[in-house]
């Protein structure tokens, strides 16, 4: 059974940092593209970043470069997300998800046939 589950959430400061986990069990974590996407409330998912576990190749939406860093630990089965100078913008729910798909590239797609999402960390920025 797949599972993904994502810790590491909190209530920071302005300009402060996070770095978010997703522990993978379930699938060979080192061959499939995972992702982390966020929601914020009243707004519409929003795609953060694609991993190519197998090389380690990100691909990072526009915005979130020179911000958010992606990484993984293969052996721990585990994906990370470290978040720098976080602001107001990024409080939201954050998922971290996979399609099982082995492509060359594979974009984010939540209708894929095998896609699987955790529950979710709860990112609050607040003074």
């Known amino acids: 059974e797949v599972q993904l589950v994502e810790s590491g959430g909190d209530l920071v400061q302005p300009g402060g940092s996070l770095r978010l986990s997703c522990a993978a069990s379930g699938f060979a974590n080192d061959t499939y593209w995972m992702y982390w996407v966020r929601q914020a409330p009243g707004k519409a998912l929003e795609w953060i970043s694609s991993l190519n576990t197998r090389d380690g190749n990100v691909d990072l939406a526009g915005s979130m470069k020179g911000r958010f860093t992606v990484s993984r630990d293969n052996a721990k089965n585990t994906m990370y997300l470290q978040i720098d100078n976080l602001k107001a913008d990024d409080t939201a729910l954050y998922y971290c998800?996979?399609?099982?798909?082995?492509?060359?590239?594979?974009?984010?797609?939540?209708?894929?046939?095998?896609?699987?999402r955790g529950p979710g960390t709860q990112v609050t920025v607040s003074s």
């Open positions: 998800a996979t399609t099982l798909c082995r492509g060359t590239y594979c974009p984010y797609s939540p209708g894929a046939e095998h896609h699987y």
